[in-house]
């Protein structure tokens, strides 16, 4: 059975919006400024890795700290 294809603008985890400033055609995203945590990466599914975003709500997003 052949897999679904991925939607740039949904999350691979819950299928809600996924925030994707690329998918939206801006420069950056969201997802760029965060750390996301291990459980959340492991998650994703493998031909998602890469090129689908998930939403900050299933990242559970942690802020980077920026440096001093």
Known sequence: M???ELDPTSCPLCAGPNSCGPAAGEERCWCFDVQLS?????RIPEEALGV????AKCGAAAPLLSAP
């Open 38 to 42: 291990s459980a959340a990466l492991a």
């Open 52 to 55: 689908v975003c998930i939403c």
């Open 2 to 4: 052949p897999k679904p």
